[in-house]
């Protein structure tokens, strides 16, 4: 006996013990399945042929329902919808920020939230000045802070406003500022109500002028 029973024996515990907590966990309350799906890539289980328990609400009995390529349909759905969710948030930080606007002279508040492919988002808002030239708009501070934290590659920015008549637009300046970190990320102009458009950088400013061009060889002028 010895060893080699030994050995049997832990490995039959083992068995036991895992398939106790893997059973707790698809039938605890309030699991979903995108903790399931996790769960599952650490463990290496294939979650596509085991049954997964699916509770409706806290208070009722777990269902019973298994994935198929029919209901795989649905994941993609609330992945669109979590992406429109980070759109809203986004935008509210934007709000957020709105209401530390220094604007004395022309009383237009903007607040603006650029969010980073890190996933790290930064806030910032319009500063105006006595000498009018010097105020600097709300989406030049919010990337000058990204860019002074160390980063530069940027999937999204919010700009938010008071006007409940039309979607906030940036200045041509604020373009500019923006296609300098790249042309096809995205723009959420939106208004008081939190609705919103969206736009590229590109297509605010079409036919742009960007870092890439200074890149290019000179033509050489012929005399």
């Known amino acids: 006996m010895g060893v080699p029973w030994l050995v049997g024996y832990l490995k039959a515990v083992l068995k036991v ?107 910032g808002c319009n500063v105006e000045n006595a000498c009018y030239p010097l105020g600097i708009c709300a989406e030049g501070v919010t990337i000058s802070k990204a860019v002074s934290e160390g980063f530069r590659d940027f999937k999204a920015i919010a700009i938010a406003s008071d006007m409940n008549d039309q979607f906030i637009s940036p200045c041509g300046g604020c373009r500019q500022f923006m296609r300098e970190f790249g042309a096809n990320w995205i723009v959420y102009l939106s208004k008081a109500d939190g609705s919103y458009m969206e736009m590229k950088v590109a297509e605010l400013l079409p036919v742009s002028f960007g870092p890439d061009d200074l890149k290019e060889k000179q033509i050489k002028v012929l005399k």
């Not at 294939?46 to 019973?64: F, I, M």
């Not at 993609?76 to 002279?105: D, M, T, V």
Request: net charge neutral; aromatic share 8%.
């Open 17 to 123: 013990t895992l398939e106790t907590y893997v059973t707790l966990l698809l039938h605890r309350p309030g699991c979903t399945l995108g903790y399931l799906q996790k769960v599952g890539e650490e463990g290496n289980w294939d979650w596509l042929d085991a049954d997964v328990a699916k509770p409706t609400s806290r208070s009722s009995e777990p269902q019973t329902t298994r994935l198929t390529q029919s209901n795989m349909s649905d994941l993609k759905i609330k992945s669109e919808s979590a992406q429109l969710s980070g759109a809203k948030e986004l935008i509210e930080q934007a709000q957020n920020a709105k209401q530390f606007s220094y604007s004395p002279y022309s009383k237009f508040r903007v607040g603006a939230a650029v969010l980073t492919h890190d996933g790290k988002v930064f806030t």
